[in-house]
């Protein structure tokens, strides 16, 4: 019999896979991204020594923060090359659309707000709302820093990976202005563990 505790976790967890398979119906490569993304998530979470109850939370977040994509044509998130501002603006839309979807389902924790977070930047400088440093949960800076080496290392639905070494080089040179520096000197420590494949080529 489980404890109360995992069996809403194991509920929670749940309704994550239900939006998870609806997103796939549409999208083939995004739940892809969020998976491989999260497990990063996980590792560097672990690495900085959160406890289990926000990993698992972390985990989840990490797992549909780009559910919002499912609102945006698969035209532009497929599209190969340059996008215009326009086109930017719509795909940034992405962020606010997850959230309030996640909000309605009532997480009695924080991973809606994780979700709204995944591209704040440390200098104010991110989307949607401009959130500064410490304002940023310690959750979505450790996403933030996991989707940037996904996004690079792997195989893009209109490109090839740009390899491993170019990701970790993208997330030094944000180092404290844009990102946490725990947090890329964690993610560094675990890639350089061996605790992360690139799905592509390393270029
Ligand atoms: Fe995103
Ligand atoms: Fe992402």
């Known amino acids: 019999m489980p404890d109360s505790n995992s069996h809403q976790h194991q509920i929670y967890q749940e309704i994550v896979d239900a939006l998870i398979a609806v997103h796939r119906l549409t999208d083939g490569y995004t739940p892809g991204h969020e998976d491989r993304t999260a497990t990063l ?4 979470a672990e690495h900085l020594g959160l406890p289990r109850e926000r990993i698992d939370i972390l985990h989840m977040a990490a797992q549909v923060h780009d559910i919002g994509k499912a609102k945006i044509p698969l035209a532009l998130l497929n599209k190969p090359g340059r996008i215009t501002d326009e086109e930017y603006t ?5 962020v606010q659309i997850g959230y309030d979807i996640l909000k309605k389902i009532g997480f009695p924790f924080n991973l809606a707000e994780i979700v709204w977070c995944h591209h704040e930047y440390l200098d104010g400088s991110g989307y949607p ?3 500064m440093a410490e304002s940023i949960p310690l959750e979505s800076r450790i996403l933030t820093v996991s989707d940037i080496v996904e996004s690079i290392s792997a195989d893009r639905p209109y490109r090839k990976s740009l390899g491993m070494e170019v990701a970790l080089d993208e997330i030094r040179r944000q180092s404290g202005t844009r ?5 890329v000197e964690a993610c560094l420590h675990v890639v350089a563990e061996g605790g992360v494949e690139s799905s592509g080529a390393t270029a």
């Open 90 to 94: 719509l795909l940034k839309t992405h």
């Open 129 to 131: 709302r401009g959130v």
């Open 179 to 183: 990102l946490d520096p725990l947090v």
């Open 41 to 44: 998530c996980v590792k560097i």
